[in-house]
């Protein structure tokens, strides 16, 4: 979704993060996110992991989580399609509690949208019965937490859709 | 060429602690590491998920940075997931190494040659993917006399075996089935681990 003015700043997700212990963010940067790398960058407790192909971070959040670390995915939509069989194959299969942003590129709550990316995020999500929530400004950055601690309550994936370009601080 | 199980046992006997992360023909049933391996709460094998153990490895050498991680790769599974030598090389962990059992082949589908099985330079591939060390074996010999200095390198280390083609006809439905599923190994590594 393009805004002219920006509701969504990279502290406020940045900060629920810290505040949920997380170690690790596997990613692949897309168009909504390039503010909050800055600053992820300048981060000194949470570690960048970098990948060339979104599948990439399901297994490397696999490898650290059952090492003993806590990270999550920020991707795509268009990479959730992607990772859909590390998704299966190790995300649910193997329980883990995973918690996946998702850049929901193409959402409007004006219900129409010419990018089938954004058409088929929920419908994905709801065939592989991953829960989700919606962040689209500052004030709704604490729904990470909720997913944060749903899935280690429920010890499954859960998805935190970002429906929001980033502004600078 | 190296026998499945002879290079699984040379490389489980140089472990000393290691994690082992084993996909495809290495993690054969009958003759991968499940037969032979000596610490079988290390072993973190991977079936779902094609062509993501290098991944898998690579999240847990860097949650683990003091323990080797050795990842058992197959060479279909690696073409599935190509980038990871690059998202590998980039973070550089000092303790990944990364084994590549090259039979040119889909063993477990039949025996197909992968695409191009003939003139893929697997080497070159890691080096140029900026792997720390790269190093190639052929026959057993070589192996088990090569492994000290390959696991003395710091990582990321590439290690190219040329494997036996042991193809797998069987269909799939009445295949033997590992008795310890990959469910569990997620349970015991961290136990072993002392991390939950």
């Given at each position: 979704m393009t805004t002219h003015e920006a509701v969504l700043h990279p502290p406020?997700?940045?900060?629920?993060?810290?505040?949920?212990?997380?170690?690790?963010?596997?990613?692949?940067?897309?168009?909504?996110?390039?503010f909050m790398y800055q600053m992820l960058q300048a981060?000194?407790?949470?570690?960048?992991?970098?990948?060339?192909?979104?599948?990439?971070?399901?297994?490397?959040?696999?490898?650290?989580?059952?090492?003993?670390?806590?990270?999550?995915?920020?991707?795509?939509?268009?990479?959730?399609?992607?990772?859909?069989?590390?998704?299966?194959?190790?995300?649910l299969d193997i329980n883990q509690p995973l918690v996946m942003l998702i850049g929901y590129r193409g959402w409007t709550r004006r219900g129409a949208t010419p990018d089938s990316a954004a058409r088929f995020t929920e419908h994905i999500l709801h065939a592989?019965?991953?829960?989700?929530?919606?962040?689209?400004?500052?004030?709704?950055?604490?729904?990470?937490?909720?997913?944060?601690?749903?899935?280690?309550?429920?010890q499954r994936p859960v998805g935190v859709l970002i429906g929001a370009e980033f502004g600078s601080e | 060429m190296i026998n499945n199980q002879d290079a699984v046992k040379a490389i489980d006997n140089k472990r000393d602690g290691?994690?082992?992360?084993?996909?495809?023909?290495?993690?054969?049933?009958?003759?991968?590491?499940?037969?032979?391996?000596?610490?079988?709460?290390?072993d973190l094998p991977v079936s779902g998920a094609m062509g993501k153990a290098s991944s898998l490895a690579l999240g847990l050498a860097l949650a683990q940075p003091d323990k080797k991680v050795f990842c058992l790769d197959g060479d279909g599974?690696?073409?599935?997931?190509?980038?990871?030598?690059?998202?590998?090389?980039?973070?550089?962990?000092?303790?990944?190494?990364?084994?590549?059992?090259?039979?040119?082949?889909?063993?477990?589908?039949?025996?197909q040659p992968i695409?191009?099985?003939?003139?893929?330079?697997?080497e070159?591939?890691?080096?140029?993917?900026?792997?720390a060390s790269v190093f190639s074996f052929d026959n057993l010999e070589d192996l088990t006399t090569g492994l000290e200095e390959v696991l003395a390198c710091e990582g990321p280390v590439f290690i190219h075996l040329r494997v036996e083609p042991e193809v797998e006809n069987t269909p799939v439905q009445f295949r033997q089935r590992p008795s310890r599923t990959v469910q569990q190994a997620f349970k015991d590594l961290p136990q072993a681990l002392g991390v939950k």
């Open positions: 406020a997700l940045i900060n629920e993060l810290k505040k949920n212990d997380i170690t690790h963010i596997v990613w692949l940067p897309d168009s909504e996110t390039n981060e000194p407790t949470i570690d960048l992991v970098p990948v060339c192909r979104e599948g990439e971070t399901m297994a490397i959040a696999a490898g650290l989580w059952v090492g003993g670390k806590k990270p999550v995915v920020l991707i795509q939509n268009t990479g959730i399609f992607e990772s859909g069989d590390s998704i299966r194959g190790l995300g592989w019965g991953i829960n989700y929530y919606l962040i689209e400004t500052d004030e709704d950055a604490d729904r990470i937490g909720l997913a944060v601690e749903e899935a280690y309550r429920t | 290691a994690i082992i992360v084993p996909t495809m023909n290495a993690n054969n049933v009958h003759f991968g590491l499940p037969t032979v391996t000596s610490n079988q709460e290390m599974s690696l073409l599935m997931n190509l980038g990871t030598l690059v998202t590998l090389s980039n973070k550089a962990p000092k303790n990944l190494y990364h084994f590549l059992f090259n039979n040119n082949v889909y063993a477990v589908t039949g025996g695409p191009g099985a003939e003139v893929s330079d697997w070159g591939m890691a080096k140029g993917a900026g792997y």
